[in-house]
């Protein structure tokens, strides 16, 4: 029997999740799964699937690939947040948040090559068998074994999504950065060295802004305008340094640098992220 509609729609969810974690984008998801439908279509004269669910995760999986290899053929880096369309950003942050998806591992998985990617998300996120893999790679179950390998050493231990760390210092920065999600101005301050900096790009401010700003009730009175911002930021090293990484959508937009002394944040400094920057897991 052909995959009827009904089949579909019910294996739709899992695809579009899948395609997500490959592609990074809720419309490139959409497309891949929808030209995975249309194969389906063709594939009626075919004979008869047994696993309608598996083979549609086979071919979106085989379309996510296709499109990674024509982005690496094209030379293309991973898009920043400003260079993306408003509209395609907010679907993706969309996703993050009703599928409750690492934001860092969205930026991290833009660091693999196509196969690692996919076996990466088939096999450690929906457990995917590596025969099934290896059939979409198109080589060898060992194959698929080294790329998933390759890409779990990459993509790191998984510090990035418990952001958890037990250095004195670094408790003060979560709770600073706890603090400026919520909005919490008068924790913000208790937290705040009275002569603190934050120095920022401008292109990260609005027109006129001060691109460095002194003293603790202004950083916090500041902040409290950005915390929207704020609440799009994971934990991560960029070039082997220690940030937080707004990502809106899992696209990087800008880092937070916070440097502490004597139990109080110091200096927060603001950068706006670069097509060549090296991302990584968060060290424990």
Not at 17 to 32: F, I
């Amino acid at each position: 029997m052909p995959i009827t509609v009904e089949e579909f729609e019910t294996a739709r969810p899992h695809l579009l999740s899948a395609a997500h974690r490959m592609l990074g984008s809720a419309h490139g998801a959409q497309d891949a799964v929808q030209t995975a439908w249309l194969r389906a279509m063709t594939a009626r004269s075919s004979p008869s699937i047994d696993n309608p669910s598996a083979w549609l995760t086979t071919v979106t999986a085989r379309v996510c690939l296709d499109e990674l290899r024509a982005r690496r053929r094209r030379d293309e880096a991973p898009l920043l947040a400003d260079a993306i369309p408003a509209a395609e950003l907010a679907a993706d942050e969309a996703i993050l948040r009703t599928e409750d998806v690492s934001r860092a591992l969205i930026v991290l998985l833009n660091q693999l090559t196509p196969p690692q990617r996919v076996a990466y998300v088939l096999h450690d996120l929906f457990s995917v068998p590596f025969d099934q893999i290896a059939h979409v790679l198109g080589g060898t179950v060992s194959s698929a074994k080294k790329h998933a390998s390759r890409a779990r050493q990459r993509v790191g231990s998984g510090e990035y999504a418990s952001e958890r760390n037990s250095r004195p210092d670094q408790q003060i920065v979560e709770a600073f950065m706890t603090a400026a999600r919520t909005g919490d101005t008068r924790r913000m301050i208790q937290l705040l060295a009275p002569d603190s900096v934050r120095d920022a790009d401008a292109a990260l401010l609005p027109r006129g802004a001060r691109t460095a700003v002194i003293g603790a009730v202004d950083i916090a009175s500041e902040t409290v305008h950005f915390r929207h911002r704020i609440q799009a930021a994971c934990r991560l090293t960029v070039n082997n340094k220690p940030v937080y990484l707004i990502a809106p959508g899992g696209h990087p937009l800008a880092t937070i640098e916070i440097s502490t002394a004597n139990q109080k944040v110091t200096r927060i400094t603001l950068r706006l992220a670069q097509t060549d920057d090296h991302f990584a897991a968060a060290l424990p």
